[in-house]
């Protein structure tokens, strides 16, 4: 019985092993951003999501509407809703992201994306993971600042692999115990590297920190920080530093030495947690925005989740949209639109710190997420 057991779990990890290997083989043929300056036409996928999510995307598809208002009706830009990415669907289908809705995505060139739920156990995959494999966004950019304290941080976390490739791979011998896998490949190491220093020389930011466990996670974070620093060599003028994710996270919350930390490289998981403390620092994971980005599509969204117990509560008209309008800002800025990225920066800059009329606490002692986004509208 248990050599069974051992044997079925040894055959699963040589087709994760091969699986993997051919994808590494598929990354080395290229990676590359796409630029939109010059492109005939932008097709921006909406997607409402579940829970707080259609709300929030709500008042993000109007300030699209009204700020590309001329490029919609000239045809240069297209918003296209995509429905059915909701957690009834998927699981009514069993699929992560229902095959057609994926199609209805890859006919996108930039979606923006409410946040999707996903179950704790079971076997269904995050929509969010599924969405970032399929379409390959490698580079999860997520941009925190606090300027009065000196912050201006911008996170690239490798947004395919590590824990996050495999985690519904696993295997697990009930009643004795589970396993999950961790991948790390040297092209996919190397293009969210790249990302990060061209960011890094084209924004003349001097300080890279490489955030790994590599003293732990030998063989993958190992590999992540020795690839990162053979990228670094050839971008001599950018001071690249090793540091381990535990005492990273204590650097954060340090206000001596934070401030010195500007462009951060990690695998995913600890990209994951680390930017939603970032995020903590900031005001709150609802006010960090987070981009996707890939070869040919990226994906924006809000940092946070669906907030279902929101939902019961029955405040989800009260959910704050500004994590959503930053994501809406980077989309923006990623389409070659920085003005109108500008003008929305600018408008939420006035609404939510230096006039502040119509406050969300997220709750009902609040504004409500409608509220906020017509006081928006009215500074845009
Ligand atoms: C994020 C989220 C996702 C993640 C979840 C929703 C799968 O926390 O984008 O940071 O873990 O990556
Ligand atoms: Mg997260």
């Not at 000239?74 to 699981?91: F, Q, W």
């Not at 009643?175 to 991948?183: E, Q, R, Y």
Request: net charge negative.
């Amino acid at each position: 019985m248990m050599e069974e057991k051992i044997a079925a779990a040894a055959a699963q990890f040589e087709t994760l092993l091969r699986q993997q290997l051919a994808r590494q083989e598929r990354m080395e043929k290229g990676a590359f951003t796409r630029d939109f300056a010059g492109a005939e036409k932008i097709v921006i996928g909406v997607i409402g999501g579940d829970g707080i999510g259609p709300i929030i995307v709500k008042e993000a598809r109007r300030v699209l509407e009204k700020l590309l208002a001329d490029e919609i009706g000239s045809g240069r830009v297209a918003l296209k809703d995509i429905e059915g990415l909701t957690l009834e669907n998927r699981l009514a289908t069993g699929e992560a992201v229902p095959a057609e809705v994926l199609a209805a995505i890859k006919d996108c060139d930039v979606l923006l994306k409410g946040p999707t739920t996903t179950p704790k156990g079971g076997t269904l995959e995050s929509a969010n993971v599924t969405l970032r494999r399929e379409l390959d966004l490698y580079a999860n950019v997520r941009p925190v600042t606090v300027p009065e304290e000196g912050i201006d941080w911008i996170f690239f976390r490798e947004n395919t692999e590590g824990e996050y490739a495999l985690g519904s791979r696993g295997i697990e011998i009930p009643g004795k115990l589970s396993m999950d896998f961790k991948v790390t490949t040297d092209a996919g190491t190397r293009r969210i590297a790249r990302a990060a220093f061209d960011y890094a020389r084209v924004n003349g930011k001097t300080e890279l920190a490489i955030v790994t466990k590599a003293n732990i996670m030998k063989k993958t974070d190992g590999m992540f920080s020795r690839i990162a620093h053979e990228v670094a060599a050839e971008y001599p003028e950018i001071h690249a530093e090793d540091w381990y994710i535990d005492i990273m996270a204590a650097n954060l919350v340090n206000p001596d030495i934070r401030g010195r930390f500007q462009v951060f490289l990690l695998p995913n998981l600890y990209g994951d947690i680390i930017t939603d403390e970032a995020a903590q620092i900031q005001g709150g994971v609802g006010t960090a925005g987070s981009a996707n980005i890939g070869g040919s599509c990226a994906m924006f969204e809000a940092i946070h989740g669906s907030a279902p117990r929101k939902i019961e509560r029955g405040e989800g008209d009260y959910a704050n949209p500004a994590s959503i309008l930053k994501a809406t800002e980077m989309l923006l800025r990623h389409i070659a639109m920085p003005d109108k990225a500008d003008r929305l920066a600018q408008a939420m800059k006035l609404c939510t710190e230096t006039e502040r009329r119509v406050v969300i606490t997220g709750h009902r002692d609040g504004a409500t997420c409608r509220a906020f986004g017509d006081y928006l509208m009215e500074k845009l």
